[in-house]
């Protein structure tokens, strides 16, 4: 079946626009994450959604970034602003129900800001 | 503060030796670990898991060795194929499974 995907799969955008990122996850998997990896770093959690419930939030790195999924299923990410430093892979991965499950990761969106 | 650190960015191995990836983590309170693979351009994928009840757990070719009273755990490949060279990156969670530390990673390079 079809796995995690995610579009664009590249981006460059200039200092201040807003980006959004989309992530489809495996269907019928209710948990969906967000985390980013910049250069040289190891994978950074950004946003955890389970089914409908509220996301946790807490590794958001700043307001200008905001998550939404939509019917329990398609997230997109936004990042109002961009600024250099978001410059990084973003990375989405989806697992079956509870995050004890393994999650299986999309190719990622390469985010550059210029 | 990272949590989960790999302290080797990178590792040489013969084909048909051992690879060896350390990883260590500073929070007593992580129930879960995993280990995950990464080529190039793609997304990583999960490789081999085990939880804090458990030392050692072993599938093919690798096994996860966990210490907790070290807060260390170790990937062991064996034998090492040119295949399995990628960025290999170990993670970590807390019981209540909603957020996964990861660490940097660790460049494996099979040679062969």
């Known amino acids: 079946g079809a796995g995690v995907s995610q579009s664009p799969s590249n981006k460059v955008t200039e200092k201040g626009k807003d980006v959004e990122l989309r992530c489809d996850p495996i269907?019928?998997?209710?948990?969906l994450y967000w985390y980013r990896q910049s250069l040289g770093q190891g994978l950074e959690f950004l946003i955890y959604?389970?089914?409908?419930?509220?996301?946790?939030k807490s590794g958001l790195p700043s307001d200008r970034f905001s998550a939404e999924r939509t019917g329990g299923s398609v997230s997109t990410l936004t990042i109002q602003r961009t600024q250099q430093e978001d410059s990084a892979v973003y990375l989405c991965?989806?697992?079956?129900?509870?995050?004890?499950?393994?999650?299986?990761f999309g190719p990622g969106t390469r985010l550059l800001v210029l | 503060d990272q949590q989960v650190k790999q302290n080797s960015p990178s590792l040489s191995v013969q084909e048909g030796r051992i690879s060896i990836l350390n990883c260590d983590y500073t929070?007593?309170?992580?129930?879960?670990f995993l280990w995950y693979k990464k080529y190039p351009a793609e997304g990583p994928t999960f490789l081999i898991s085990?939880?804090?009840?458990?030392d050692k757990n072993e599938d093919g070719r690798f096994t996860v060795f966990l210490n907790k009273s070290a807060k260390h755990l170790s990937l062991h490949i064996v034998p090492s194929q040119p295949g399995d060279s990628a960025v290999y990156f170990c993670?970590?969670?807390?019981?209540?499974?909603?957020?996964?530390?990861f660490g940097s990673g660790t460049k494996l390079n099979v040679k062969p």
């Open positions: 993670a970590a969670s807390g019981n209540n499974f909603n957020k996964f530390y």
């Open positions: 991965a989806s697992s079956f129900w509870a995050a004890q499950e393994t999650q299986y």
């Open positions: 085990i939880s804090s009840i458990k």
């Open positions: 929070n007593s309170m992580f129930d879960y």
């Open positions: 269907s019928g998997h209710t948990a």
């Open positions: 959604f389970q089914g409908n419930s509220a996301p946790d």
